[in-house]
């Protein structure tokens, strides 16, 4: 991918969400109001035509920073940023969702839910050319025509997920955001999809911000990788050396948890350890409890990003030079 | 890179009325004996009520066709009783089937038109409530809150009698039953509001619901084309319980006096009418109208039960 012009530019990005009882409870019992950090000065540049992804466990702001740049949330601070679209309009941004189950209204026919972007944005003149549209875009990917007629329950979780990826085609975005498009799909549908998304940022020249918590998945998409824990970018670079030369010892407890079909039996002590809660995120380093390499200056100061080769990494063990010692397996 | 087509075998496209037979809705109906006991017990109701024009002996608005010497006559099958008063007459000669049939269609009217006014007013609240949320929903839910801990009959007393106090004479007859209406929906609506606000709370996050948004499309179109159809199935179920109730309200006001006039009897009108003679023995006076109040409510929340039941799928 040619280093091109960035089509999403983000920078400090945060969203808190209060999350504090109701102010009578709150009065009565003294309490004070409560916030979660979902998302806590990220910052990243999408280039046209490529793919972003972000990893990381369960809660630890992925959605939150795709809503934020679909503007479903506002940003409690920092900027969201776009690039001028090809044609010189506003960059239109389009979101698959994580549920195929509730992202489709189940009261309507496919064909509806697919025109409905066509429609709300007058973007066909007739009736008929949108009917045409919608049927050019089941085709586009992979259903039948007939298929418009039917209601989502009449369609498996990857047959969705198809609609999903053409009611968002719909709107002829630039920019897709996919927030887990797979993770509720079976491992032989998955591939179908991904394989028809890769085939789609092809032929139409999207751009993807590509969320999962699953590094296989991501590996065959991306261009770009970010790794969050708990709100944070903790390592960001290109897909390749990320993979090949993990810097952060999140990111390398992450790669070993993928599958490795030639060392099936290696040791898994790693999974353990869950990630602590947004509501009370621990001082420092947020990896700190369950870092092998955490000494005392982790628990009480926030590592600074810091440049190593292509990538962007917030750890002080990789700033010291003490990451590379020792395996982080061995440490545990 | 292969790509796999995956299409779904070709469905002859089911109609709207082919989908609710092959439904499982139809299918607890067919399987439940009261739910069908009490739809064929209202379906005659009804039908008698609608057909009441032909059906009556008598047309009981038409004081000319009263004779004095037809009053108080006891059912035909009684000693004295005679046709075509099948079920007696009243102290001024009213045929008493006569003044029933009638008097239903009154009942089911205020019924109906007041489930239909208090429908429309607690969904847009309920929508407006759970939809934006914020001091909105607090507003609105905390004037529902101060209507529901008032006992609904005197709220409906206060009405009706501040409105019988306000309207000019002439309008008094033809307005009386709009206030019954106003009075009752006054009250009833804020059951559909809390109903359709708790569901719209947990449709708005639904992930349909902002793939909408995304491609700008405005609130009130959210509401009523995306939320609206999935909050219909509890509001369903209110209604029909909720017109039970109505009819209901409506007799008990009746009866009390601020209801419906005795010129235009509703069937608690006929009811407080014949109580004066129940123990002047003339009793099919109160009875009759009694039985088809029973029969008429008793019936609808049958069904309101039924179609609570069949339409919880924690129950299924
Ligand atoms: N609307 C909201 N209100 C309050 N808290 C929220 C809201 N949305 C997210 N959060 C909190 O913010 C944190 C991040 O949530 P987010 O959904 O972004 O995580 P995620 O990485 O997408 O997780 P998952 O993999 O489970 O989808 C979580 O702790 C979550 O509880
Ligand atoms: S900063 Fe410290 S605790 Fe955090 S990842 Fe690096 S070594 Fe571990
Ligand atoms: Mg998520």
Request: with cysteine.
């Amino acid at each position: 991918m040619t280093a091109q012009s960035p089509i999403l530019t983000v920078s400090n990005a945060s969203k808190e969400f209060d999350v504090s009882a109701p102010w009578l409870n709150r009065v009565l019992e003294r309490k004070p109001k409560l916030f979660v950090k979902a998302v806590d000065d990220v910052s990243f540049t999408v280039p046209r035509g490529s793919c972003f992804s972000i990893v990381g466990e369960s809660g630890c702001g992925k959605s939150t920073v795709a809503r934020l740049v679909t503007g479903l949330y506002a940003t409690t601070a920092g900027d969201i940023r776009f690039s001028a679209g090809s044609g010189g309009e506003p960059v239109r941004v389009q979101m698959i969702f994580q549920d195929p189950h509730s992202s489709l209204n189940p009261r309507w026919r496919v064909g509806d839910i697919i025109a409905e972007p066509i429609r709300e944005m007058k973007l066909r003149a007739s009736e008929a050319e949108t009917r045409e549209r919608v049927e050019e875009l089941l085709s586009t990917v992979g259903l039948a025509a007939d298929d418009a007629r039917n209601y989502p329950h009449e369609f498996s979780g990857g047959q969705r997920q198809r609609i999903s990826i053409a009611r968002a085609l719909a709107s002829e975005p630039e920019l897709l955001v996919c927030d887990e498009p797979t993770s509720a799909l079976d491992v032989s549908v998955q591939a179908q999809i991904l394989n028809l998304m890769r085939r789609l940022q092809q032929e139409l020249g999207l751009t993807y911000l590509f969320i999962s918590h699953d590094l296989s998945v991501v590996r065959h998409m991306s261009d770009t990788i970010a790794v969050m824990y708990l709100g944070r970018i903790v390592e960001m670079g290109p897909a390749e050396s990320l993979f090949n030369a993990p810097q952060h010892p999140y990111s390398r407890l992450l790669l070993g948890t993928i599958p490795d079909i030639h060392a099936p039996h290696r040791d898994r002590a790693l999974q353990s350890g869950e990630p602590p809660s947004p509501l009370d995120p621990p001082l420092g380093c947020a990896f700190h409890p369950r870092c092998a390499l955490a000494n005392e200056r982790c628990g009480r100061d926030l590592p600074e990003l810091l440049s190593v080769g292509a990538a962007t990494v917030r750890c002080h063990a990789v700033e010291e030079g003490r990451a590379q010692e020792t395996s982080v397996s061995e440490a545990v | 890179m292969t790509d796999i087509p995956v299409t779904a075998p070709a469905k002859a496209p089911k109609t709207r009325t082919g989908q609710f037979f092959d439904s499982d809705l139809w299918w607890s109906f067919k399987n439940s004996k009261p739910a069908i006991g009490a739809a064929i017990a209202l379906t005659v109701v009804i039908l008698a009520a609608i057909l009441a024009p032909v059906l009556s002996p008598q047309n009981p608005y038409d004081l000319a066709s009263l004779e004095l010497w037809n009053a108080e006559l006891p059912p035909v099958w009684m000693e004295g009783g005679q046709m075509p008063f099948i079920l007696g007459t009243d102290v001024q000669g009213r045929d008493i089937l006569s003044g029933i049939l009638y008097g239903t269609r009154i009942s089911i009217f205020i019924g109906l038109a007041s489930v239909v006014v208090s429908l429309a007013v607690g969904v847009m609240a309920g929508l407006t409530a759970g939809y934006y949320g914020g001091w909105v929903d607090n507003v609105l839910m905390r004037v529902g809150d101060v209507l529901l801990s008032i006992p609904i009959i005197l709220v409906a007393i206060l009405v009706s009698s501040v409105a019988q106090a306000l309207l000019p004479p002439e309008l008094r007859e033809a307005g009386i039953s709009i206030v019954l209406v106003l009075a009752i929906a006054l009250y009833s609506w804020v059951q559909y509001a809390r109903v359709v606000r708790a569901q719209t709370m947990v449709e708005r996050r639904k992930e349909y619901v902002q793939a909408s948004r995304l491609v700008g499309t405005p609130a009130r179109r959210l509401m009523l084309k995306h939320i609206l159809p999935n909050t219909l199935t509890p509001v369903f179920v209110a209604a029909t319980l909720n017109f039970g109730l109505a009819i209901l309200i409506e007799a008990t006001l009746s009866f009390l006096g601020v209801g419906m006039p005795p010129n235009q009897p509703s069937l608690g009108t006929l009811i407080r009418v014949g109580n004066q003679y129940l123990f002047s023995g003339s009793w099919w006076i109160v009875l009759f109208p009694s039985i088809q109040l029973c029969i008429l409510v008793v019936a609808v929340n049958m069904l309101g039960d039924w179609l609570r039941d069949a339409l919880n799928p924690k129950l299924r």
